[in-house]
């Protein structure tokens, strides 16, 4: 009779499991996530990279371009970053949570989707 | 880090923010639950047909039939629409573009999401909100005509067939065109839409409005599964007439069968499905390095996902109707037909789970932008200053079961559609294994849901 012992013992791991998924991962709000983008050729690199970050935390984005291009951040409010050739530093907050994404407006391409908690 | 004012191309075009993914756990309970849910309606749900379009229901006092009838309420309800639409045109010609104008919202948001809510609780009133109904009338008793009938007949092996096309010409502007939030594409679309709608009219009466005007059409697919209908909608005598509440299956059961009702479910849920597509990593990682850099690149692939997605959607659904015992061909080949109103459910589950806080934040944003349509200061309703409550959004976890609740429900109401309709249909020996293969169809277009709700 090993099986009705079994059962709860499945019932309770499984439910842990599950409360260990749902929990965030322990994130430090201050520390900044950092993005590094290049603009090289006509082409954007990294292309469809995926972040998380909370509602807040500094966003660092570094961007080295050899042509003039406008990266716009799909959040609430939406951002326009003005690139021109060389490297730029900018830092943002975002403020509503939701999954905000950040595309180059002239080369063309999503960039990142940075998913913002609470 | 100024906010650009001009020329912004966004996403859907209006921009902001999307949904956090619902939480991988979420979206497992809804799938265990709806492949549960679905075997339990096969196995235990009734063994004769229930759903009946002209069951009496409970009767509402006369004085709400006269309401609704009654010339000055169409009157008003027609200025109205009007009216909102005239002052959305002053934001598209006349407004500064950028997110201050309301215009794009007011296309994508307030119309295009929110005919699904307003349809469902209150039936279709579009009938008599839509400007070009109202302008059709209007022109009719001018030139002194029956807005009834038209110069000819509408075709009727068309069906629905100008409606379906319609829309997919909508999805492809919203999720697949070079620049959906311009202002052009809003002023090509209000005024192409007004004058079609008014021509097909005179040109065809009301059948027009009831097969080839998109937004009318999707109004009305979502109103037959309002609680609210005529006693007997097959008849037009006063006591027929007469509006009662009754099951929402029910009426849905009465959605009008015509050539061309699968395109039309095929556009609504497959569209959906690939605007969410294109936000899963796969997308944005791979498929993205195909055209990233090129615009006409970008259009074409997202033009042939978009094609593919409501392709295979209307495909499978095709097969999976037809897949049945114990009917001669011809009645095969009216299954499809026969059975897409149980798709509509699923459309309304799907669409309200992925646009809720699109109309719920954005249509706040619409509506506060919209108080000045031409940036003179204007503020009639004194809401101008106000600014967008993200109160969704900041729960994302009740935001994630209200998704997955609504998807789920709109499954379950889709089987039980389904299995009632077949019961109607099929003959007794093929009552169960006849709708297994739709069933299984509808399982598999809800997993999708939940996981492009979970990776979109």
Partial sequence: MTLPRTLPVLAVAGLLALGGCASDPVVDEDTPVSLTVTIEDGAVTPLGEARTATVGQPIILRVTSDTEDELHLHAEPEETFAVTPGTHQFEFTVDVPGSVSLESHHVGGTIATIDVSP | ?456
């Avoid at chain 2, 039939?65 to 309420?73: H, K, M, Q």
């Avoid at chain 2, 061309?260 to 791979?286: H, K, P, Q, R």
């Avoid at chain 2, 094609?307 to 659904?317: C, N």
């Avoid at chain 2, 919209?370 to 200053?385: N, Q, Y």
Wanted: proline share 7%; net charge positive; charged share 10%.
């Fill in chain 2, 1 to 456: 880090m100024t906010p650009s004012r001009n020329d912004v191309v966004v996403a859907h075009g209006i921009g902001g923010s999307t949904d956090l993914p619902v939480p991988l756990e979420y979206a497992m309970l809804g799938a265990t639950w709806a492949l549960a849910i679905s075997f339990a309606v096969l196995a235990l749900a009734w063994r004769r047909p229930k759903l009946d379009p002209r069951s009496p229901g409970a009767a509402l006092p006369p004085w709400v039939t006269r309401a609704v009838d009654g010339a000055a309420t169409h009157t008003a309800l027609g200025v109205l629409g009007v009216a909102i639409t005239g002052w959305v045109a002053l934001a598209a010609f006349g407004g500064e573009p950028g997110p201050t104008n309301g215009a794009p919202g007011a296309f994508y948001v307030l119309l295009w999401v929110g005919l699904v809510p307003l349809s469902l609780v209150c039936g279709h009133v579009w009938a008599y909100v839509s400007p070009v109904r109202a302008l059709h009338h209007a022109a009719c008793r001018a030139l002194r005509r029956d807005p009834a009938t038209g110069v000819w007949t509408y075709p009727e092996r068309l069906g629905y067939w100008p409606a379906a096309l319609g829309l997919l010409a909508f999805v492809w502007t919203e999720l697949a065109s070079p620049d959906p939030g311009a202002l052009t594409t809003i002023r090509v679309w209000l005024v192409g839409y007004v004058v079609a709608g008014v021509l097909g009219g005179l040109a065809f009466g009301r059948r027009w409005f009831e097969r080839a005007d998109p937004f009318d059409v999707y109004a009305a697919f979502v109103a037959a599964l309002s609680p609210f209908g005529r006693r007997d909608p097959a008849s037009s005598t006063p006591q027929a007439r007469r509006v009662v509440a009754r099951n929402p299956l029910s009426n849905l059961a009465g959605l009008p069968v015509d050539h061309g009702i699968v395109a039309v479910v095929a556009v609504l849920l497959g569209s959906t499905a690939f605007d969410s597509a294109t936000g899963t990593s796969w997308w944005l990682t791979e498929v993205q390095t195909w055209y990233a850099g090129s615009p006409v690149l970008a259009v074409a692939y997202r033009s042939l996902g978009l094609l593919a997605a409501i392709g295979a959607v209307g495909a499978v659904f095709v097969l999976a109707a037809r897949a049945t015992g114990g009917v001669t061909s011809v009645q095969r080949r009216e299954l499809p037909s026969e059975l897409a109103h149980s798709l509509v459910p699923i459309v309304v589950g799907y669409v309200g789970a992925h646009y809720l806080t699109y109309l719920v934040e954005k249509g706040q944003r619409t509506l506060i932008a919209l108080a000045d349509p031409l940036d003179r200061g204007w503020d009639p309703l004194g809401i101008g200053g106000l600014a967008p409550s993200y109160w969704l959004s900041e729960h994302p976890h009740l935001l994630a079961v209200l998704k997955v609740g609504l998807v789920l429900t709109g499954h379950v109401l889709g089987v039980i559609a389904a299995h009632d309709r077949c019961i109607r249909l099929l003959p007794r020996a093929h009552h169960l294994t006849g709708q297994l293969a739709l069933m299984l169809v509808m399982v598999g277009y809800t997993f999708l849901g939940l996981f492009l709700l979970f990776a979109g």
